[in-house]
């Protein structure tokens, strides 16, 4: 195998030994490697089939969902990738047949077959002969030019995070069109060699603006299904019934599991990025939504252990269980694991069925307290700028000096307490902006507020640093200003994975400069990349959260 997607890639180079940092089997990583090539085949007939009118929302949904289930901490279940394989080959001749018949209607004559091999290769039935092949589905240590491989990645990876952001959307919408049309133009480009560096690093770029598009569509489907965001305070403790976990980022999911416990004697409690669901007045008047339980992805084998009751996975993020709970799991949507029952996706116009989680509940222990309190957030955009009038006479009189941007993702590396001391160590005069798991380095820290501003802002979810930007566009017009950059804020981003990687693609998009990136620059960045980068956005690595707050308190 050779996987360099996630931050805690092996010596920030790339995972090839028998299992990944994130406890992927080498097998199941090179059957993702040859089904990302195949959703690139699927890819290259839709982008054609777009140039004579066609779209196909199934093969667009198809592409998204399955890049989503090889996001990191996703999907770990070799079976799944094998099916997903075969389903894609007759997806890619469903969509080949439409275009080779559409442009022999319009043109008058066949279309010339020149098109790369993944637009065409059709699997062995046997599983090991679909394993064996992957070696040569376009792996990344087959493309020899380092900056052609490293540009390559980002826009990838970017797409992956592009793509989870999509099926959440398109879970209420039913609609994605312009982002699955997107999705499969970009991949059709990564197996274009016609394509120079020079177009690939303007395909980052189109990366970037097109994820700015789904955050929004994402944030504008949420917001008309369960209402805009609002100051909410979430309880941490524990009650006295039985309950189910649910984390991950689907709304839909949630709401449907809420739906199908009301009056069972069971409550519901949230986990890591599903925190922000509180923050939503549809959600928050289900009574027996009682609470979040436990801290961020990474401490799953510790809190899952403790909650007793059934956990619900609707996303990424699930870490390899342990025995001792491991018999609680379940898995929906996108996510999958050997052993783990999976909750089928909903039937055209049905729900999804949660009975299974439900009467397992019924059987357990209440969930043991891991602490008391409570936590406040809901300060997406639409929050934070009805209190603009209060922010902005903060600002002038210098009450708040500074916004700190602190979002994305969570880890278990030791380094990343870097951020919880940043959070420390910035002056009372600061304001956090915050959405992603990586709140949690600092949400439950004790840092007052600011004329009844809290000090920690929390937006939701990561595909709610949307809102992050929204609020810093609207400042900068509030404060009349001619460039974002001139603003009082600074960037500094945690990553771990592919929708982290959404994120700061769309923010350099928006002109955002001066990013700080930690805990460590991406290993898929090469030499020369990073260094167009650096000299095009001014992005920076972390340093120490001393020499870090003094430079950001300096505005540089």
Known sequence: MFCHQCQETMKNQGCSMKQGMCGKSAEVADLQDLFIWGLKGISVWGAKAKEVGIYDNGAGFFVAKGLFSTITNANFDR???IGFINKGIGIREGLKKQFLAAYKQKNGKDFSLQVPECATWVPADDPA?????????????????EDERSLKAIVLYGLKGMSAYAEHAYQITKSCQEVFEFLMEALAALVDDAKSQEDLLDLVIKTGQMGVKTMALLDEANTKAYGTPEITHVNIGVGKNPGILITGHDLVDLEELLEQTKGQGIDVYTHSEMLPAHYYPKLKKYAHLFGNYGSAWWLQKEDMAKFNGPVL????CLVPPKEAYKGKLFTTG??????LPHIPDRPKGGKKDFS?????????????ELE???IIGGFGHSQVMALADKIIAAVKSGAIKRFIVMGGCDGRHKTRDYYTEVAKALPKDTVILTAGCAKYKFIKLDLGDIGGIPRVLDAGQCNDSYSLAVVAMELQKAFGLADINDLPISFDIAWYEQKAVLVLLALLSLGVKGIRLGPTLPGFLSQGVATALVEKFDIKPITTPKEDVAAMMAGN
């Open 79 to 81: 079976a799944d990738f």
């Open 372 to 374: 008391k309190g409570e």
């Open 313 to 316: 996975f609707t996303s990424n």
């Open 334 to 339: 996108a996510v999958g694991f050997d052993g």
């Open 356 to 368: 299974a989680l439900i009467e397992m509940a019924k059987t357990c222990d209440p969930p043991q």
């Open 129 to 145: 002969i679909l394993v064996k092949a992957a070696s040569g589905s376009g792996g990344w240590l087959e493309i020899k030019n």
